[in-house]
C-alpha cells in the first residue's frame, strides 16, 4: 500500500478525549441556535440513517443544549451539498455537512462542477470505516464477479461522482468486467426499487453499514447478494465474498484499488465549512467524540443495526492529506479507469 494511505490512524480517541478541553471563556455557546445535520442523500439510505443518528444525540453534548435538525440535500451524489457548505453555509458551526468521500476527493481528480477544497473543510470526524461492496438482486442473470466478465451487467448510480459509479467502473477496468451504469438514482432506495423491477442487475458502493441499516432484510431473504467485497478483509455475515484485492496481480493495480477503496474507511464522515473558529472547531469536535462514547447514542445506533468506529477530525484531516500523496502516475492511472482522462 501507498505509504500516504498508512496515515489514517494518526490519534487515538482516547488520548483526544483526553486532550486538555478549552477554558469556559473561550468556549462558544450554541444556546438558542439551532444546529443542522445536512445529508447529502435522500431519505432511506445509510448517509441518512447515520446523519438523523448524529443529529438526535448532538445537542445533548454542545453548550447551551442547542435544537438539532437534520435535512436532506440530495444531488450528485451529495456533490450539491458539498459546494453548499463549502460556499453558501454559515462559518459558525450551525452547519454541518455529511456528504460521500468520493466526493469530497473530487478535486483530486478533477471533477466538473466541484467548488471546494477538502482539505479546507473543518472536519468534525468521521463516525464509521467501513468497506464497499457490490450486489446483486436475485432476479439478475449474473451470480458470481465471474459472470460480469462474460455478460454485461447494468448498473444504477446517483451521479458520475458518486462512489455507486466510481467503484464499478473502476472494479470494471481493474478485472475486465462488462459493465453499464445508468445515472440520476437520488439514492440507494430509490435504486433498490429499480433492482425490484427489473431495470437494473444491482448497486455497487454499498457500504456495509448500509447494508446493515436498510437492506439487511434483502440479503437474509436472498433477494441482493453481494458477489464482490471492495475492502481487505473478510465478511463472514455476507457470506464470505471474494475481496478484489485478493484478485489483483500487480503492485500498480493495489495502489490504485488502495487509493479508490480504502476511503471507505472515511465511511459516514462528518464536515463544517471552511474558515470556522477554532474554539467552536474545537467544541464541535469535542462533542461529536463524546457522542460516539455515549451509551444512549450506542444503544440507538446498535437497534438500527448501524456500526460505529469513531475517528476524531484530526484523523480525517490527515486522511485526506494522505489520499493527495499518492504518486501522480497512480493517481493518473485511477482517472483513466474513472472515465476522467
Keep these: 500500500m501507498n505509504a500516504g494511505a498508512k496515515r489514517f490512524n494518526v490519534l487515538s480517541l482516547a488520548f483526544l478525549l483526553g486532550a486538555t478541553p478549552l477554558a469556559a471563556s473561550d468556549a462558544p455557546t450554541f444556546s438558542g441556535k439551532t444546529i443542522n445535520v445536512i ?50 453555509s454559515a462559518r459558525d458551526g450551525t452547519d454541518l455537512g455529511v456528504f460521500a468521500t ?5 478535486p483530486l481528480f478533477g471533477g466538473k462542477g466541484v467548488l471546494f477544497d477538502p482539505r479546507s473543510f473543518t472536519w468534525i470526524g468521521n463516525m464509521m470505516k467501513d468497506a464497499s461492496n457490490i450486489a446483486i438482486w436475485r432476479t439478475s442473470q449474473v451470480k458470481t464477479w465471474q459472470d460480469m466478465r462474460a455478460r454485461e451487467t447494468i448498473f444504477g448510480a446517483t451521479g458520475p461522482g458518486a462512489i455507486s459509479s466510481i467503484h464499478i467502473s473502476v472494479a470494471t477496468g481493474l478485472l475486465g468486467l462488462k459493465t453499464r451504469i445508468i445515472h440520476g438514482f437520488p439514492g440507494t432506495k430509490e435504486a433498490n426499487l429499480a433492482m425490484e423491477r427489473g431495470e437494473i ?37 455476507l457470506g464470505s465474498p471474494p475481496s478484489i484485492f485478493s484478485l489483483l496481480n500487480s503492485e500498480e493495480d493495489r495502489q490504485v484499488a488502495g487509493l479508490i477503496f480504502d476511503q471507505d474507511q472515511i465511511g459516514r464522515p462528518i464536515a463544517a465549512p471552511p474558515n470556522v473558529d477554532p474554539a467552536t472547531a474545537a467544541t464541535m469536535r469535542k462533542a461529536f467524540l463524546n457522542v460516539m462514547q455515549d451509551s444512549d447514542f450506542l444503544a440507538a445506533a446498535a437497534k438500527a443495526n448501524a456500526p460505529i468506529s469513531a475517528q476524531s477530525g484530526e484523523e480525517v484531516d490527515a486522511a485526506f492529506a494522505a489520499f493527495f500523496a499518492y504518486p501522480p502516475q497512480i493517481i493518473k492511472r485511477s482517472m483513466t479507469l474513472m472515465n476522467r482522462d
Excluded: C
Design 39 to 88: 445529508i447529502g442523500f435522500g431519505p432511506g439510505g445509510g448517509y441518512d440513517a447515520y446523519g438523523r443518528l448524529l443529529a438526535q444525540h448532538l445537542g445533548a453534548h454542545l453548550p447551551g443544549k442547542p435544537s438539532v435538525v437534520a435535512r436532506n440535500m440530495p444531488g450528485a451524489g451529495s456533490l450539491r451539498l458539498a459546494n453548499h457548505l463549502f460556499n453558501a
Design 102 to 106: 468520493s466526493i469530497a476527493l473530487e
Design 201 to 237: 442487475d444491482g448497486y455497487g458502493g454499498l457500504y456495509l453499514s448500509t447494508l446493515k441499516t436498510s437492506y439487511w432484510s434483502n440479503i437474509q431473504r436472498g433477494d441482493m447478494k453481494v458477489v464482490l467485497h471492495l475492502g481487505r478483509s473478510e465478511i463472514p455475515e
